[in-house]
């Protein structure tokens, strides 16, 4: 009987981020830094149900994940931040007893409260496992703007549990803005090291064309340089959490609901999913019941999702238009067999981005609205009770399985 394997000091990062901030941006730019004879693991929670960052990760690449030693393992259907530890467990164990990476790499959910996971990877079983670097989080100057956004405790929660701090999609903000918002960071984290990214930067030296390729070359190369840097050093946040062991109440799941004539339920367990043994048996994959829909609410908002087969062909404009006249969406994200072939769908409010990819073995489209609750600090006392019901009330008022048939309708 062989001897267990262990792992000892692995190096590992967490890449957290509100919804929508650009984590998986900064984790391709990471990928980009690994040298050729390393092995890194990545491990994504979705908080959804249908599994798409891994595929959105993977069409990014314009290798093979395999040739270029990365692995990649999802885990969906809720938070690893708010369920039983299990899952986390169960999938970084698999991680590095299969594929031994010499670094990890884990992107927890935009949903989550990272302080969860990191009280969790605090504990006793990991401390010798795993060699808990920087913290990196994302933050956008775009959502930032917006006071939905930086007075939500969600938000600020990404700030506060941070080593290092990501501040992209700024290009828009004035100097007094950017002053006002590093004083933000500062009444959050002080200690927090600030990383401006590169494509928010330009030289407002360069003469001509040439020179500002040469300016912006260099800007780029100094982010990625301090970039991989954080790459190796020790987090403050978890130092200051080792030995914490915590316990989470269970996620309790929304039962789905069969529709005739449209969407089939889902299986109702789904902790757990590996994108690499979907593409490894197609056929399985392709006969686990589809179509099927889900929908359920988290914190202060709804998510839903609906995985097709691949033969189902979506006119492609339309779909567009349908999506982006959903009612307070903040993230919308699929693989899609369309008129104009495989998409990739990657929306956020400050974003729509679209690009062909390879066939998949089903279509996949998940959607994220939120409960707008926010009430304008104009407004009269009397008349702010009024207002928070009524924009809480239109946003429940979304018939699902209205949404469903206006999907199939798109179907050609």
């Excluded at 933050?139 to 956004?149: A, D, F």
């Excluded at 984290?189 to 990383?195: E, F, G, L, P, Y």
């Amino acid at each position: 009987m062989k001897n267990p394997i262990i792992f000892q000091n692995i190096p590992c990062i967490l890449v957290t981020g509100f919804l929508g901030a650009g984590k998986t941006t900064v984790i391709n730019q990471l990928l980009a830094t690994k040298p050729d004879d390393e092995r890194w693991a990545l491990l994504i929670n979705e908080f959804g149900r249908i599994g798409i960052d891994g595929a959105l990760l993977a069409s990014s690449q314009d290798n093979d994940l395999e040739q270029k030693n990365i692995a990649i393992r999802e885990v969906s259907g809720g938070c690893i931040c708010c369920t039983s530890q299990l899952p986390l467990q169960i999938a970084i164990s698999r991680l590095l007893s299969e594929h031994h990476p010499q670094r990890l790499l884990i992107e927890p959910t935009g949903l989550a409260h990272p302080r969860e996971l990191i009280l969790q990877l605090s504990a006793p079983h990991w401390q010798t496992a795993l060699k808990m670097n920087a913290v990196i989080t994302v933050l956008s100057g775009e959502q930032w703007q917006q006071i939905k956004y930086r007075d939500h405790d969600g938000f600020q929660a990404h700030v506060r549990d941070s080593d290092v701090l990501i501040i992209n999609r700024y290009t828009q903000l004035n100097t007094s803005e950017k002053q006002t918002l590093l004083e933000w960071i500062t009444t959050l984290n002080s200690q927090v090291k600030i990383i401006w990214a590169a494509s928010g930067l330009t030289s407002s030296e360069a003469t001509d064309s040439s020179d500002k390729f040469v300016a912006n070359k260099l800007v780029a190369d100094a982010y990625s340089k301090m970039l991989n840097d954080q790459l190796n050093k020790p987090s403050y946040i978890i130092s200051n959490q080792r030995k914490v062991s915590i316990s989470n109440p269970q996620k309790s799941m929304i039962g789905l609901q069969s529709q005739a004539n449209s969407l089939a339920a889902a299986p109702s367990s789904s902790s757990s999913t590996d994108e690499s043994e979907a593409q490894a048996n197609p056929q399985t994959s392709a006969d686990s019941g589809l179509p099927y829909r889900y929908h359920e609410e988290q914190q202060d908002f709804q998510l839903a999702g609906w995985r097709l087969p691949a033969h189902y062909i979506l006119n492609a404009d339309d779909l567009q238009n349908w999506l982006l006249a959903l009612p307070n969406w903040q993230r919308i994200k699929g693989v899609v067999h369309t008129s104009d072939g495989w998409m990739q769908i990657n929306f956020n409010p400050g974003s729509l981005t679209t690009r062909t990819i390879d066939p998949q073995t089903d279509s996949r489209l998940e959607i994220i609205l939120q409960l707008d609750n926010t009430v304008d600090t104009n407004t009269v006392d009397t008349d702010i009770e009024e207002t928070e019901n009524d924009a809480k009330a239109s946003s429940l008022l979304i018939d699902w399985e209205e949404c469903d048939r206006e999907l199939m309708a798109l179907v050609i």
